[in-house]
């Protein structure tokens, strides 16, 4: 190819004859590469289409079916189109291609426009004269020859119509089978579908994840023709090959179901029903997680004033409003960790967090609820998403914040009487498991109004009171009735407070002669006891008399 030349020297008439050679020689070089181009693309997709729908490939040879496209048609692009287009005429090569068209030209077209380029000293380049009068009269003669057929069209026109017959073929074929050629177009673009059969499989396993030594269940549906049958192809990872035989489940006609137990070992699987096939999965055997050890660290509540607990995993003793950590330690990195409660009422799961320098490591805490625990587990999911085959339950037992005792020592009697200006001694023990906050002596009249009064705690708990009607606030007069109970409150601020309370006691006021009255009573009913007693033992006496006489024995 000439470099290419300028032709602003050159007549305009004579320029754009030249030009117009050219660009339909460019034209026709194009067209007939993009010609070559859609030829190739559509016999490249139609044989790979047709290879697919009868062997129906996996999406790794379709990948490689598109490599293989790009670079045929990367060589067509290279041959039919760029290259041409680099090799594109210009006035010289234009000029060339008019003189071979008409021969009887000689040589007069390429020296005009070569010599009508060379400077005016340049020697060799003959008498300026001439040369002018050379291109005047090819400025006047060429413009007027039938330029058009210099470049002949028909090639170019005979290669677009055959791609375009070829083009509308395949399309009729594809509108006529668009069902089909629709699946084929779509898994050649990458498309995860199967073909177009009578049974479609429709999975319902797919990749899994499988613990080691469980077991997994394969399954599948069919739709639209339902075989009576059909199997499972199985690869194992060791390269054993097997076909195992399923048939439909008693539910469901159309699901077809596998237990493969005691999974050792990783495999792919294919399901065949009917005349439709399955895509290949895998199934992963990994080895399930085990929890290598976990600490619970229990703070409890302040006002226990106790020291924080370290509890291995086992049975835990958990004390309600309590702050306990978790630290959990596993076989193998970890995606999901858990504490789950049993009893009745149990809170929900509890998510712990897994360590992400350390991923074997979770940690978390929860409060320990007053109730509704009895046990606690650890399950664990691995990053793989295998789940912990054995999961321990941990028993707990809640050590619950008793409430305060109160035991009343004096009076003894659950009801007493007293005059206004008699004393009552009252004495009473108060017990709790951890501090007491306030004791009080609670008063309630006939009415149902109380009063309450603070009591200090001695030594041992003993709290006393002395109650002096006449000295009460407001004073209790003869006739007066009250009910009296001591109640006892903890420091249990966090699932309290606890509440303790004794018995509830009667007190009377009576008058003098009544009190006198209810005394003789009592000496009345003492003596009839007592000579109750007495005459008791004169009968016994006298049954035991008559009895030794009766056998001869002396008295």
Do not use: C
Not at 160 to 187: D, E, M, N, Y
């Amino acid at each position: 190819m000439s470099a290419p030349s300028s032709t602003s020297a050159l007549p305009v008439p004579l320029r754009r004859a030249l030009n117009r050679v050219a660009r339909k020689h460019s034209s026709t070089q194009v067209f007939t590469g993009l010609a070559w181009l859609v030829t190739a693309a559509v016999l490249l997709l139609v044989a790979q289409t047709l290879l697919d729908r009868l062997m129906d490939f996996p999406r790794s040879v379709r990948i490689a079916f598109l490599v293989l496209d790009a670079g045929v048609l990367g060589t067509v692009i290279w041959r039919k189109l760029f290259i041409p287009w680099r090799g594109r005429w210009h006035a010289p090569e234009a000029a060339f291609a008019i003189q071979r068209h008409w021969p009887a030209l000689g040589s007069r077209v390429i020296s005009a426009v070569e010599l009508s380029q060379s400077s005016p000293d340049q020697r060799g380049a003959g008498s300026p004269l001439l040369v002018q009068a050379l291109v005047r009269e090819m400025t006047a003669f060429v413009p007027g020859l039938a330029l058009g057929q210099v470049v002949p069209a028909r090639p170019t026109v005979r290669r677009v119509f055959i791609t375009a017959i070829l083009v509308a073929v395949v399309s009729v074929l594809a509108w006529l089978q668009w069902p089909l050629a629709s699946v084929l177009l779509r898994r050649a673009a990458l498309a995860d579908i199967p073909l177009p059969t009578a049974t479609v499989v429709e999975p319902e396993t797919r990749d899994l994840n499988s613990a080691a030594g469980t077991n997994v269940t394969l399954s599948a549906f069919a739709r639209g023709v339902l075989p009576p049958q059909g199997r499972i192809e199985l690869t194992l990872a060791s390269g054993e090959h097997r076909t195992i035989l399923v048939r439909p489940t008693a539910e469901d006609p159309a699901r077809f179901a596998f237990v493969f137990e005691n999974t050792q070992q990783s495999f792919t699987y294919r399901f065949y029903l009917g005349d439709g096939r399955g895509p290949v999965f895998k199934v992963a055997a990994l080895p399930a997680p085990l929890l290598e050890q976990a600490e619970f660290l229990q703070e409890f509540p302040a006002y226990t004033r106790r020291p924080p607990l370290r509890q291995p995993a086992g049975a835990l003793t958990l004390f309600p409003g309590a702050k306990v950590s978790v630290v959990a330690q596993a076989s193998q990195p970890l995606g999901m960790v858990e504490l789950r409660f049993a009893g009745d009422n149990a809170p929900p799961p509890i998510q712990l967090s897994i360590d992400t320098v350390a991923p074997r490591v979770a940690r978390g805490g929860f409060t320990v609820p007053a109730t509704g625990i009895t046990s606690l587990s650890v399950p664990l999911v691995s990053a793989d998403g295998i789940a912990a085959i054995d999961t321990t339950d941990y028993p707990v037992r809640l050590e619950i914040d008793k409430v305060p005792a109160v035991r009343v020592e004096e009076p003894a009697a659950a009801s007493e009487t007293i005059v206004p200006t008699a004393r009552l001694e009252v004495r009473a023990r108060v017990r709790d498991d951890f501090a007491l906050t306030r004791v009080e002596l609670v008063t309630e009249n006939a009415e149902g109004n109380q009063s309450r009064r603070s009591l200090a705690v001695g030594d041992n708990g003993v709290v006393t009171h002395t109650f002096v009607p006449v000295s009460e606030r407001p004073p209790l007069i003869e006739g007066a009735h009250l009910t009296w109970w001591i109640e006892a409150t903890d420091n249990n601020n966090v699932t309290g407070p606890g509440i303790g309370a004794s018995e509830r006691r009667q007190l009377t006021i009576v008058s003098f002669a009544e009190k006198q009255a209810e005394i003789l009573k009592r000496l009345e009913e003492t003596s009839r006891r007592m000579e109750d007693v007495a005459r008791r033992q004169g009968e016994v006496r006298e049954t035991l008399g008559e009895a030794l006489r009766q056998t001869g024995e002396q008295p």
